[in-house]
C-alpha cells in the first residue's frame, strides 16, 4: 500500500541525543564489515547504508546507518546505544587499526522531511539538491559545519541535519524562519510509525531475527561475505520466511493504546502479539501502533483486534518492499 507523504510542505523534528559513533583507523571499514549485515568495504565517501549488527545467533543487536567518510565512519541510530554497540564491537578488536569515539555529546540532530524540502533548506543557504537517497556531505553553515544526510524514511526526500550541539538552536530558528513548521515527537512517531520505520529498544530488541525487522531489502546484503551472524540469517532466507514480522497498525480508536496492550485474531480470539509503539495523528484523530505479528496476520488488509478479542479494530496497512 503507498502511503501519502506529508501534508505540510516541510517539517522538522528534533532527534536529541540520537547516538553518533565515528570509526577512524586504516582498517575501520574492513573490521565493521564484519559485524553487520550491509556492504561496508565498498563504501565511498559521501555515501551510506542501513544495516543491522548482529550476534553470532543473527539477533539484532543494532539499526544502524553507516555514512562514509574520507578518514572515518559514522554509525548513527537511535539514543542510548553507544555505549552497548562500542563494547559490542571492541570485543572482537585484536590488532586492527580502529578507534571508537562518541560523538553524541558532540553533535545535534535535526531531521527535516516533506515535498519542498529541498526548496526551504535553500531559503537559509543549506543546498540539498544534488543529494540522492543514502548520500550526505558536509559544508559550512554560518560560520559553523552542518552535515547533511538524506534518509528518505517517510516516502519523501527527508535530511538529517548534523550540527554542533552549541549551533542547534540557530539551526533549529533558522528552519522555523524560512517557514518549516516545527513537528512535535508525537509527529514523529505517527510517521516513523506509518511509514514501518523500528526504533531498536522499543520495537526491535536483541530477541528478533535481523529478517522479523521486516527491512530486509534495505539492511541485509545476501551477496557480501562471511559476518558474525550470517550462518542463520542466510538459512533464513533459503527457508523464504520467518515465523514473525514487525507490521503496523491502523487503529479504530482515537487514543493511542499502550505499549504491551494485547493483540488478538478476529477469527478465533487468541491473543497473537501486543504492541510495541503507539501514537496518535493530531491531523486524523486515528491511531497507529507496531507490533510483531505471526506471519499469517501481516498481510495488508488483515483485521485484528486491540486489548480484547472483541476490542477496537486494527489494519494491517504496511508492507516491507520488495
Known amino acids: 500500500m503507498t502511503l501519502p507523504h506529508f501534508s505540510a510542505v516541510a517539517q522538522w523534528f528534533s532527534l536529541d541525543l540520537r547516538t553518533q559513533i565515528e570509526l577512524t583507523g ?15 568495504k565498498n563504501l565511498t ?39 552497548a554497540l562500542i563494547t559490542h564491537l571492541d570485543k572482537y578488536l585484536i590488532t586492527e587499526e580502529v578507534a571508537f569515539h562518541d560523538r553524541t555529546a558532540e ?11 529541498a526548496t526551504k533548506l535553500g531559503e537559509i543557504e543549506i543546498d540539498v539538491t544534488s543529494l540522492a537517497a543514502m548520500q550526505h556531505s558536509a559544508g559550512e553553515w554560518r560560520g559553523t ?18 550540527i554542533p550541539v552549541a549551533h542547534a538552536e540557530s539551526l533549529r530558528t533558522a528552519l522555523s524562519d524560512a517557514g518549516i513548521a ?4 508525537t509527529d514523529f512517531e505517527v510517521y516513523r510509525i506509518r511509514f514501518g520505520l523500528p526504533h531498536y529498544g522499543v520495537d526491535l530488541t536483541e530477541e528478533n531475527l535481523a529478517q522479523e525487522a521486516a527491512r530486509t531489502t534495505t539492511a541485509i546484503n545476501f551477496r557480501k561475505g562471511c559476518y558474525l551472524g550470517q550462518e542463520p540469517i542466510a538459512r533464513i532466507d533459503a527457508l523464504g520466511h520467518v515465523n514473525r514480522e514487525l507490521r503496523s497498525l491502523e487503529i ?13 485474531a478476529e477469527s478465533d480470539g487468541k491473543a497473537i502479539g501486543e504492541i510495541t509503539s503507539s501514537a496518535t495523528s493530531a491531523a486524523d484523530g486515528i491511531s497507529y501502533a507496531m507490533s510483531m505479528l505471526p506471519s499469517r496476520f501481516t498481510s495488508p488488509g488483515t483485521t485484528v483486534r486491540i486489548a480484547t478479542p472483541d476490542g477496537p479494530k486494527a489494519n494491517v496497512f504496511w508492507e516491507p518492499p520488495v
Open 107 to 117: 553533535w545535534n540532530e535535526t531531521i527535516v522531511s516533506g515535498p519542498e524540502t
Open 182 to 185: 516545527q513537528g512535535t515527537q
Open 26 to 40: 586504516s582498517d575501520r571499514a574492513k573490521f565493521l564489515h564484519n559485524f553487520c549485515t550491509q556492504e561496508i
Open 252 to 264: 479504530e480508536t482515537a487514543e493511542a493504546p499502550p505499549r504491551g496492550t494485547p493483540i488478538f
Open 145 to 162: 559545519t552542518v552535515v547533511v544526510r538524506r534518509v528518505d524514511w517517510f516516502g519523501g526526500p527527508g535530511f538529517l541535519l548534523d
Open 45 to 83: 565517501a559521501g555515501s551510506a547504508g542501513e544495516a543491522f549488527i548482529t550476534n553470532v545467533k543473527g539477533r539484532i543487536l543494532g539499526h544502524v546507518w553507516v555514512f562514509a567518510n574520507e578518514t572515518s565512519l559514522w554509525i548513527d541510530t537511535v539514543p542510548d546505544q553507544a555505549s
